[in-house]
């Protein structure tokens, strides 16, 4: 009965039977039975069903909200009986690059823990060679980072996404003018990264030789930081993405080598021997994500 609230839930958040099926993988004629099983258990009709549509009872209402309360509760108590027998579920470690600003691996992470709520997503942020050897020592078991070496047989390499570099530069700066910029047009304005003091170097290299830049490169730790140097004309940070700036006191350049843009691949990577349960399931939602 639990797994057909889940179902009833993910219907009337939705609004669709066929989104609901999507969701939890299975066919809109097995949701549809499911919640038709469930109205027979309670003895009440939970949605009035129309051609392509539906609407809830008064008892559907009800029953919705008072669920949404049930299933926290059981959630809630399965984690703490988890806690106190020792046993914490299953923990599945990702590892997530650092400066990444989209929605993608956040609403991943959510939908994932909807679909399995006893297993614990623990993420850990990192520049692009920290993760790597994490996922190469084995202390993570997927992560979410952008492609600078050729793939390897290893590793699962999939492409999630391919993105424009842009300068976010502050808006009283005269370059705010400017939809596009090449790379050396920015010389003599600093480059801001983020960065942990242990992997300045790796970051100034591959900035430096492997995408061009020339400019003098400041680094911070911390993204506010970063965006308070753009905002007071310091710098200029690397976004990627559509061009859309963090905020209204910065503007978004498109970023040009040669004539050409410079584009980022993020990748989802796991080793290929990879044994743990999950993990093709959470890279399948994140893909899907993107």
Do not use: W
């Amino acid at each position: 009965m639990l797994k057909q609230i889940r179902y009833f839930q993910s219907v009337v958040r939705l609004g669709s039977f066929t989104a609901a099926a999507e969701e939890h993988f299975i066919s809109q004629s097995a949701i549809s039975q499911q919640i038709k099983t469930l109205e027979e258990e309670l003895g009440v009709t939970l949605l009035e069903r129309k051609k392509r549509s539906f609407t809830l009872t008064s008892a559907g209402e009800f029953f919705y909200k008072k669920s949404l309360v049930l299933v926290a509760d059981y959630d809630n108590m399965v984690r703490e009986l988890q806690r106190v027998s020792g046993n914490n579920g299953e923990l599945l470690k990702v590892g997530l690059l650092k400066g990444y600003s989209g929605k993608e691996f956040n609403s991943a992470v959510s939908e994932f823990t909807v679909q399995y709520p006893d297993v614990t997503v623990e993420v850990t942020h990192g520049n692009h060679d920290a993760l790597y050897a994490l996922l190469r020592n084995g202390e993570l078991d997927i992560v979410l980072n952008d492609q600078r070496r050729a793939f390897s047989d290893e590793y699962v390499n999939i492409v999630l996404d391919i993105r424009e570099y842009y300068a976010e530069i502050s808006a009283n700066s005269p370059l705010a003018q400017l939809d596009e910029a090449e790379i050396s047009d920015l010389k003599n304005t600093p480059l801001i990264l983020l960065s942990s003091p242990d992997q300045q170097e790796t970051e100034r290299s591959f900035y430096a030789n492997d995408l061009g830049f020339t400019s003098e490169i400041y680094f911070t730790e911390y993204i506010d930081d970063a965006l308070m140097q753009v905002i007071q004309g310091k710098g200029f940070m690397p976004i990627e993405g559509s061009g859309d700036a963090v905020q209204t006191t910065t503007k978004a350049v498109r970023l040009l080598r040669n004539g050409k843009p410079i584009i980022r691949r993020y990748c989802a990577f796991m080793k290929a021997d990879n044994p743990k349960k999950h993990t093709n399931e959470f890279i399948g939602i994140l893909k899907n994500q993107f």
